[in-house]
């Protein structure tokens, strides 16, 4: 079973406010694909939609060819088995972490599962070192920086060693130094063999980390969905999706092969 991600004919509404229009989407165990698109195009609501927080009005959605619905999310321990196998790093890391200090919040999940404490602290200390967040071991979540805050919480998502790995928008607000480093530990995630969602703007780490790009338009619908370097290299598309401006168009020396990182 190659399959990981199954949506079929998805739709979603807030209380009104369309997010989603019939999307159907796979994706398959290993991939890494860029998640792409405006604001406000329904990233986010497909994200925590795979992840199992919210659910299809219509259309289904399948996990490693289960179907996941709002019934079987609510027994403790399917929901349970269902998070070991896919993480999920919020765009804003304040809302994930919630514990009075680091190492807890790493062990939160390992816990849980009912690991004993032997080999729970060697899966923290793994992923403080993955992270090289050693030295954070022992402060509170609330007090870091948002980059450090961001990798706590890409550590605590970790410490599951969940195959499939989604994260929203996670160069939001980390410095360019920072923003360098995630990049390559998303190669590096990707390959070990993970299967990564990632949503974005920056088309730099599209080009970097993703082989397949997925791009929404302002309609809520999947307006392309190619591998990634191809995408990219279609700038009316770009441009018509609002990912870059005219700009682009009207100054060769730009080249639209080399994008910047944009400041946040
Ligand atoms: P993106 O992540 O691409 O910026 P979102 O998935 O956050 O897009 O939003 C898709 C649409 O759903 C937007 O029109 C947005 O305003 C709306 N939306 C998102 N979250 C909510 C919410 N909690 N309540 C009402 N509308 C929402
Ligand atoms: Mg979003």
Redesign the pocket.
């Known amino acids: 079973m190659n399959n990981m991600i199954e949506l079929s004919d998805v739709s979603y509404?807030?209380?009104g406010?369309?997010?989603?229009k019939n999307i159907t989407l796979r994706i398959e165990k290993g991939e890494s694909v860029a998640l792409m698109?405006?604001?406000?195009?329904?990233?986010?609501?497909?994200?925590?939609l795979i992840n199992g927080i919210l659910f299809p009005d219509s259309g289904t959605y399948r996990f490693a060819g289960e179907k996941i619905t709002h019934k079987k999310m609510q027994d403790p321990l399917f929901s349970k088995r269902f998070h070991q196998k896919i993480g999920f790093v919020f765009?804003n890391a304040d809302t994930q972490l919630f514990c009075a200090d680091v190492y807890d919040e790493i062990a939160f999940g390992p816990r849980q599962m009912g690991l004993d404490e032997d080999e729970t602290e060697k899966r923290v200390e793994d992923c403080l070192s993955l992270l090289s967040i050693e030295a954070l071991r022992h402060r509170q979540p609330y007090h870091l920086s948002g980059g450090e805050k961001r990798k706590v919480a890409i550590a605590s998502v970790l410490s599951l060693n969940p195959e499939v790995l989604v994260f929203?928008?996670p160069l939001l607000g980390l410095d360019p130094r920072t923003q360098r480093w995630f990049v390559s530990f998303l190669m590096k995630l990707h390959e070990a063999g993970k299967t990564l969602l990632v949503?974005t703007h920056n088309l730099e780490m599209v080009q970097e980390m993703a082989e397949r790009a997925v791009l929404?338009d302002e309609s809520?619908t999947i307006a392309a969905d190619r591998p990634a370097g191809e995408l990219l290299k279609d700038v009316d598309l770009l441009i018509r999706t609002n990912l870059v401006d005219e700009y682009y168009h009207h100054h060769p020396g730009a080249g639209h092969q080399h994008f910047h990182i944009h400041p946040f």
């Open positions: 509404s807030y209380e406010t369309p997010a989603l698109g405006m604001n406000g195009s329904g990233k986010s609501t497909l994200l925590k765009q929203d928008e949503s929404f809520h």
